[in-house]
């Protein structure tokens, strides 16, 4: 007979999540232990292995659980009657307030992701590719004659905004809403007057 799932999984779960996210973007993904996710969190090492079987499941359920709930937030934006600029301007708002408070699960994806296996790296890529595309979408309505017969450049763009993104998330982890806000609008700006100068 199967045991039976207690009362507060979810709410134990998640704080496994947030710990070892925390591990691991402090010490490396490489060199932190189960061990010491389980003595940070507060249990034994046999109960983590309870909801984890391994380290590798457990990034990986960080990883899924943090870029799912990012590409559903920013694809289920609602666009419509907007013009591209002014769409391009509720993306980037909206990306980063979806950063505010989720800086270490966004930093162990450049080491953790090659570290999965290539099934489970598929699925976390496919999230990412999700919010490329659809930043790609707008921007190239931007600037339609730029882009039309150019994705070398259309992708280079899009990548140079979200580079921009991660910049912020790196430099300005404790911004509240309205230096957010404003960042965005100045990502847009930039970004709207230099690609029609291209």
């Known amino acids: 007979m ?3 799932i ?4 979810e709410e134990k779960r998640s704080h496994i ?3 070892a996210a925390r591990v691991f973007a402090e010490t490396g993904y ?12 507060g249990i034994s090492k046999a109960n983590i292995y309870h909801y984890y079987s391994s380290k590798d499941a457990l990034l990986f359920d960080i990883l899924d659980t943090y870029l799912s709930a990012l590409r559903d937030r920013i694809i289920g934006l609602d666009l419509t009657g907007l013009e ?3 769409q391009l301007g509720r993306i980037v708002g909206e990306t980063l307030r979806a950063y505010e408070g989720m800086d270490r ?6 080491e953790g992701i090659p570290s999965l296996p290539v099934e489970q790296q598929r699925t ?3 999230y990412q590719r999700d919010l490329v595309e659809q930043l790609s979408d707008v921007v190239a309505q931007i600037a339609p004659d730029v882009f039309a017969n150019d994705p070398r450049k259309l992708r280079a763009t899009v ?3 979200f580079g921009m993104l991660n910049w912020f998330y790196m430099w300005n982890g404790n911004a509240d809403h309205n230096a957010r806000d404003d960042y965005a609008k100045l990502v847009t700006q930039l970004t709207v007057a230099g690609v029609h100068g291209l």
């Open 2 to 4: 199967s045991r039976p």
């Open 6 to 9: 207690a009362k507060d999984h």
């Open 17 to 19: 999540l947030k710990v």
């Open 30 to 41: 490489a060199r932190a232990s189960m061990s010491q996710v389980a003595k940070d969190c």
């Open 84 to 86: 591209p600029s002014k």
């Open 105 to 110: 699960e966004h930093k162990i994806q450049t």
């Open 124 to 126: 976390l890529k496919a």
């Open 159 to 161: 990548m140079s905004i």
